[in-house]
């Protein structure tokens, strides 16, 4: 399938769910919470500590959509205190690849991407 294939297949979906998706998986938190989860199930303090500038609340928040979505799987263990751990669903597995993907892309494009925005800045500092 082409991309011009692609398109039609999501113009002719409803976009608005679609978007709803994307808007889940393509946040900030919610790719870097995946990324982590990758490797196993984690206790929400190790993934606060993990991801880096998180608050407690947006943590919250992120994992809680990510359950809803049915992308993480929330455990609740009867030890004294209780024990909480998250980890991927089968379907939130399945973003690993798309989702390493796109950080290795990020990542490898940083040199051009900073290039970019000074070149652009520059032209804007010009402008007045």
């Not at 998706?21 to 490797?39: H, T």
């Amino acid at each position: 399938m082409d991309v011009t294939d692609a398109l039609e297949d999501i113009h002719g979906a409803d976009c608005q769910k679609i978007s709803q998706v994307l808007a889940r998986v393509g946040e900030k938190w919610s790719v870097l919470i995946v990324m982590y989860l990758a490797d196993g199930p984690h206790r929400f303090s190790d993934i606060k500590r993990a991801v880096n500038g998180i608050s407690q609340r947006m943590l919250t928040l992120c994992l809680r959509g990510l359950e809803r979505d049915g992308l993480v799987k929330r455990t609740v263990y009867p030890d004294t205190p209780p024990r909480v751990e998250y980890e991927l669903t089968p379907l939130g597995r399945s973003l690993i690849e798309p989702v390493t993907a796109l950080g290795t892309w990020a990542r490898d494009h940083i040199p051009d991407i900073d290039a970019a925005r000074a070149a652009f800045d520059a032209r804007e500092a010009d402008r007045r």
